[in-house]
């Protein structure tokens, strides 16, 4: 994930001038009904244009620019933009939290047979 996460800081310092330059942000497993579980990033604050169109067109952008470097399972499925990223007790990114978080906004859907 370390790589994933360094080709991640790339992209977003140089992403439209570098609009998320500044954010927080991790990459880490989310359940897949097919794979398992996929690379997602998790990316702190709204989307730059604030609507689903803009975080749509972010995601379409970096799997893009990442595909060069990174193998295909490594680059991220999906983004999630969250408002605050939950931190440990030392102020660390807690990415266990985060992700259990999201798993219980967007549960994945059931495979069928």
Do not use: C, W
């Amino acid at each position: 994930m370390e790589q994933v996460e360094r080709a991640l800081e790339a992209y977003l310092l140089h992403y439209q001038g570098g609009v998320y330059a500044e954010r927080r942000f991790f990459v880490g497993p989310f359940p897949h009904p097919r794979l398992g579980h996929a690379v997602v990033a998790v990316i702190e604050g709204e989307p730059y244009g604030s609507d689903s169109a803009a975080a749509s067109a972010f995601t379409t952008a970096l799997r893009s620019s990442l595909q060069p470097t990174l193998t295909p399972y490594a680059i991220p499925r999906q983004v999630f933009f969250v408002a605050q990223l939950l931190e440990t007790r030392t102020g660390k990114i807690d990415r266990s939290a985060n992700i259990q978080r999201l798993v219980a906004q967007h549960p994945a859907p059931q495979r069928t047979s």
